[in-house]
């Protein structure tokens, strides 16, 4: 699986894609079919279903996205933030955006995406059937919609890791620290709150101190292996895959439908445009996910009440 192979969170360029073209074949594919009917009566028999959810799934509950013409935080492009690196270089304004980040999320809510996912897992979890959530979001939209089987790829925007002692620690204050109360500003007028790294938060186990980072994944750095273990079990054995809001741009999360399809396994596309694996997939739904999603995992007739 090539879950194994490339396992640092990166953005798809021309060099990977070339090696992902090999590994997937150049035969001409057939365009997608956008048959509902036809997709539920797969649904109807599928006994262990992947979902695999992006961004898109929760732009419909206001979420910024930070991709594309709008992926800017202030002045610098979300992807620039969202690196080990960055942190090094400037921890406060990085603890900026994460706090920005995690306050906007304290207003939103889940949307009727998330809460079909919800639904449909525990409705199929009562026939002894399986859904698992393999999300590359950081938000817990799906943890708070009801979902309980859920793989975060990388990371949530609620957890903590000291950069010492490197406990990790789920974590909801508002604010996360004193001295970014008020801070994270996303107005690319917004000076940098230059806050002194003694003041940013820290950890409170006893006798360590150390300075705190999100416990994300940020782009270079390995998935938890755990983490990609078990999703490599959910992928190699699932007999439906769901792509959900996805852009398939960051990698490893990009590869992981396309190899399933070319297992021969049915992968269903749910996004607001075709993304460059479109044309791997049997099925594409294309519009909003809160408006398609639901009405491919409600209850089909075959199923008892």
Known sequence: MIVRQLTCRGLINSHLHLHLKRQWGNQDMARPSSDLAALREIFSKANDIAIITGAGVSAES???????????WRKWEAQKLATPEAFS????????????RREVMLTKN????????AECEERLSK????VTVITQNIDELHR?????????????LFKTRCMSCGHEA???KSPICAALEGKGAPDPDTDDAQIPVQQLPRCEQKGCHGLLRPA??????????DIVNRTEKVLDSCDLCLVVGTSSIVYPAAMFAPQVAARGVPVAEFNMENTPATMRFKFHFP????????AALARHETEQE
């Open 62 to 72: 206001g979420v910024p996205t930070f991709r594309g013409a709008g992926g800017y």
């Open 89 to 100: 270089r400037n921890s406060s304004r990085v603890w900026e955006f994460y706090h920005y």
């Open 110 to 117: 889940p949307n009727a995406a998330h809460l079909a996912i």
């Open 127 to 130: 026939q002894g059937r399986n």
């Open 144 to 156: 708070r919609a009801g979902s309980k089987n859920i793989l975060e790829l990388h990371g949530s």
């Open 170 to 172: 789920a974590n909801y």
């Open 216 to 225: 994300v994944v940020w782009f270079g750095e390995s998935l938890d292996s």
């Open 287 to 294: 519009g909003p996910c809160g408006t398609t999603l639901p």
